[in-house]
């Protein structure tokens, strides 16, 4: 069963936070979309999509080695980080129905995972 | 329509369910692009080791002769514009978390094209997911 090594769930892990992060700059990036859509050339969304690129590489190698039903939860908690980001870097409120749902998102996923061993 | 008015909350309203519809659209490129990209993990590939820099350019040209591989990525590019456009309006903490809805088409695909089999842990995760992106859909609808 525990098979996955920790090297895995560590690298998951990182790309978890790092991807996430990754939403952030596309945000930001997109707004520049509202003045035309010529202004889609920007360094945040350059940065958003080099962030994803690069957090799917360590997926990549992760998931060739672990087992989903211990990497997939930690690949959800990207989701988690999401809602601290869009906290911190946008003000958007914390309510009780996103936490909610992100839990039944992450348990959703877990199941996802356990399912597929 | 002739009769409802043009207020500003119902038009910012309007402007994040489109944003809403344009990540759903994501979720289904961002699947597609999983699937193709499994069957690129199928195709022999070199040992790569991080560390021994020897093994790095063997690694990069099997990559680039993978074409399930890239066409996978052509497919993540997709998914990426959509994001971008519907990141224009909306909220992060709504919009990120409904790509997990990708999860639950890669299941249902991979039933079809790798012939794996449902079971109940997939059939519960695939409900609770599903319950958790109709939650965030009516979050953002709150003010």
């Not at chain 1, 069963?1 to 769930?9: F, G, V």
């Not at chain 1, 080099?50 to 080695?65: N, T, V």
């Not at chain 1, 959800?76 to 869009?86: A, G, P, T, V």
């Not at chain 2, 519809?21 to 070199?46: D, S």
Request: glycine share 8%.
């Amino acid at each position: 069963m525990n098979k996955t090594p920790l090297s895995s769930i560590v690298l998951v892990l990182m790309a978890s936070v790092v991807g996430s992060l990754g939403a952030v700059f596309l945000k930001r990036g997109a707004a520049h979309l509202n003045r035309g859509f010529r202004y889609i050339v920007n360094w945040q969304l350059a940065s958003g999509i080099a962030i994803f690129m690069g957090s799917s590489i360590p997926f990549l190698i992760a998931l060739k080695h672990g087992e989903l039903s211990v990497l997939y939860p930690m690949v959800s908690l990207s989701y988690m980080c999401s809602l601290f980001w869009s906290k911190l870097f946008f003000n958007e409120p914390i309510t009780r129905p996103k936490v909610l749902a992100l839990c039944l998102i992450l348990a959703g996923i877990t199941c996802i995972g356990i399912g597929a061993n | 329509m002739t009769s409802s008015p043009a207020e500003a909350p119902a038009h910012s309203s309007k402007r994040s369910n489109k944003s809403i519809y344009l990540v759903l659209g994501c979720t289904v490129f961002a699947a597609t692009a999983q699937v193709l990209l499994k069957f690129g993990a199928n195709h022999p590939m070199p040992v790569m080791n991080p560390t021994d820099t020897s093994t790095w350019m063997p690694f990069l040209m099997a990559l680039l002769s993978n074409y399930y591989l890239l066409l996978g990525y052509c497919f993540h590019s997709g998914n990426a514009l959509l994001l971008i456009l519907a990141l224009r309006d909306g909220e992060l903490s709504v919009l990120f978390p409904i790509i997990s809805l990708s999860y639950v088409w890669v299941d249902l695909l991979s039933m079809y094209f790798f012939h794996e089999h449902m079971n109940v842990w997939k059939a519960a995760g695939i409900l609770l997911v599903i319950g958790g992106v109709t939650l965030l859909g009516r979050a953002s609808s709150r003010p």
